[in-house]
């Protein structure tokens, strides 16, 4: 059972690789509860030494940390120092308050 050689060789689709589709959701983990979720359902931090912390959508450089959109995660995730871990770094000058106030600020969405 030999396969019938096609003689061309090349017209295995490799060129046409499939991109990967939209609807494939990008998995993070809550740095408060743990638990894995879609990406678009948790509020990005990350921490820039000149600018403080960062939170939402903007793609500062830089390492990330992800919360559910939900204080109690914050309030894990500070107590466990679990930002400053994900973020390999100190969060010289941050404390706590600021921190749930823009956290806070991010959960609403329209601010007032
Ligand atoms: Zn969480």
Avoid: N
Wanted: glycine share 8%.
């Amino acid at each position: 059972m030999t396969p019938p050689r096609s003689g061309r060789g090349r017209d295995r689709s490799w060129r046409s690789r499939p991109t990967v589709p939209d609807e494939r959701p990008v998995l993070r983990t809550c740095v408060g509860c743990r638990k894995v979720r879609d990406r678009r359902e948790l509020v990005r931090l990350a921490f820039d030494p000149a600018k403080g912390l960062i939170l939402g959508p903007q793609r500062p450089r830089g390492r990330g940390a992800y919360l559910c959109r939900s204080a109690a995660c914050l309030e894990k995730a500070w107590h466990r120092k679990a930002l400053p871990r994900a973020f390999r770094r100190e969060m010289s000058g941050v404390d706590g308050s600021v921190l749930r106030e823009l956290f806070e600020a991010e959960l609403r969405p329209i601010a007032r």
